[in-house]
């Protein structure tokens, strides 16, 4: 056999990857050219984007505003520590009785089921509902923030949970350990890194959405910003994202800590 | 067999199996019809070949696999249907070590220890980490024992060698205060000189303390050198049972099929 019918009998072609691969590159294609983006369209955008950040500049350092401003913020992190806090602890169950591993198969069934529901919707949408339902204010806004917490946590915590070791598992079951006592020696320790790595993930994220879910009445900065926004006030604007930015960059240097520390 | 008799032959020996079947797709048996008895001390070897149901024996006898049809009988009960706490009244009272040592590598060894306690305390002691003082004292004295020290207790299980984690999974299994220890080949994942200790301590473990040892293991050499009775299983069968002098090439060809290896 000639060297070339070797390296096709170690790499046979895989041609059902290779149609996927060239359907979603014309698709791609064809999607761009219904998009209508031309020259005259960009050139435009750049102008009206420069106009924008002319009057943003220099940031609203004004007292009062500061004031409003420092409100809105504290409330957004109160939000997103309350959220983060009771979602996370209502995820804990919600992971466990969704890990097939773990779980007879009605229970995690009907855990996947409705953690599908809870991750349905955005937070916005989520966060519309119950401003309806408790009214204006930083309440809904938690009680959307929990939902999506437990969306995401629970998901992934569940993932984390089956792909534990069954064998140590095993072991602590053959000390005659009880349920309960399995999962706190057996199960626990295989999973708690990964589950405080999501926690500090999710309260960086419902941090960058607690800024969000006020835009809709949820509570928080997001009221004061979208005010300032409508009322063309960009350098106030500018002032609330410089803060938000700074408030994420310390949250994400925050959480690295916090990991290294569970490791 | 009479009730009365199975009784007598019960407390005679530690562990009595009658006409044990395994069947993980029906129809297709992995343990056909086991019968033995598991005198009250010293270390019995099984040896076979791999596939032959060694493992599906000795996890029956602890209930992590459910037998078909059969009775095990154990501390004055049939063990082979109990559920529930039940059954972990009875697990507990079974040490297990494993091929690969299955400590939980994120705990501490002394952790790993008292988990071999977790039978006897409730679940809050368990999650506050409040074992009683004697079990800690306890599993300071096993630490010991089986020759680690002190100084490993709060060291992480996955910082450990294979013959360390081995010392403490044999640790753990004492700990536990069994009545029987069974051991999944302990020594397969392990080098040559480690093994031969791992299997000194276990011979140790079985002749100061009382407590009788059932050990899966393939290496002829090793059952041999520390068992005082070895069976061999081909085929889902027992079909050697005796001394280690006993155990001649032609028993080893029945076993093992073929002599060309020998």
């Known amino acids: 056999m000639s060297a070339s019918t070797l390296a096709r009998a170690a790499f046979p072609p895989d041609w059902t990857k290779r149609f996927v691969w060239i359907g979603l590159a014309i698709y791609t294609v064809y999607a761009i050219s219904t998009l209508d983006i031309d020259g005259a369209r960009i050139a435009r955008g750049m102008a009206n984007a420069a106009r924008l950040f002319d009057r943003m500049f220099p940031p609203n350092l004004q007292p009062d505003k500061l004031e409003l401003i420092k409100d809105g913020m504290i409330e957004s992190i109160q939000i997103a520590i309350l959220a983060t806090f009771v979602g996370v602890l209502l995820s804990l169950p919600m992971g466990l009785a969704a890990a097939r591993n773990l779980a007879p198969p009605w229970v995690s069934w009907t855990a996947r089921a409705i953690i599908a529901v809870l991750r349905s919707f955005h937070p916005v949408i989520v966060a519309i509902l119950f401003v309806k339902a408790v009214g204006f204010g930083a309440l809904a806004g938690i009680l959307a923030l929990i939902v999506s917490t437990m969306g995401f946590v629970s998901k992934l915590f569940a993932e984390v949970v089956e792909e534990i070791s069954a064998k140590q598992v095993e072991a602590v079951r053959a000390t005659g350990a009880s349920f309960f006592a399995v999962l706190i020696f057996g199960v626990f320790p295989q999973v708690m890194a990964r589950f405080v790595g999501l926690t500090v993930y999710q309260f960086d994220s419902n941090l960058r959405n607690s800024t969000m879910v006020g835009i809709v009445g949820g509570g928080g900065i997001g009221a004061p910003l979208f005010t300032a926004y409508q009322r063309f006030d960009y350098d106030v604007v500018l002032t609330i994202l410089l803060i938000i930015i700074g408030l994420i960059m310390i949250a994400e240097f925050v959480s690295a800590r916090i990991r290294r520390i569970f490791q | ?262």
Request: glycine share 12%.
């Open chain 2, 1 to 262: 067999m009479t009730r009365s008799a199975l009784q007598t032959h019960a407390t005679a020996s530690v562990l009595g199996i009658r006409h044990l079947r395994k069947e993980y797709r029906a129809g297709v048996p992995v343990l056909k019809d086991i019968n033995l008895d598991i005198g009250a001390e010293g270390l019995t070897a099984i040896i076979g070949p791999s596939g032959t149901g060694k493992s599906t024996l000795i996890r029956c006898i602890n209930r992590l696999v459910d037998p078909t049809s059969g009775e095990i009988w154990f501390e004055g009960q049939d063990i082979a249907k109990v559920q529930g706490s039940g059954l972990r009244h009875i697990r507990r009272r079974i040490g297990m070590v494993f091929q690969e040592y299955n400590l939980v590598e994120r705990l501490s060894v002394m952790e790993n220890i008292l988990s071999g306690r977790l039978g006897y305390i409730p679940v809050w002691r368990a999650f506050l980490r409040k074992f009683p003082d004697a079990d800690i004292t306890r599993a300071f004295e096993l630490l010991d024992a089986v020759g680690l020290g002190a100084d490993f207790a709060t060291r992480r299980a996955d910082k450990l060698s294979g013959g360390q984690r081995q010392r403490v999974g044999i640790a753990r299994a004492i700990m536990q205060d069994p009545g029987l220890v069974l051991a999944d080949e302990p020594t397969s994942s392990l080098d040559p000189k480690t093994s031969v200790e791992i299997m000194e301590l276990m011979a140790e473990m079985s002749a100061r303390r009382g407590i009788p040892i059932v050990v899966n293991i393939h290496n002829v050499e090793l059952a041999k050198r520390f068992a005082h009775r070895v069976i061999g299983m081909t085929g889902g069968m027992v079909v050697y049972d005796g001394p280690p002098d006993g155990l001649g090439a032609h028993h080893l060809a029945e076993i093992y099929g073929g002599e060309d290896w020998q």
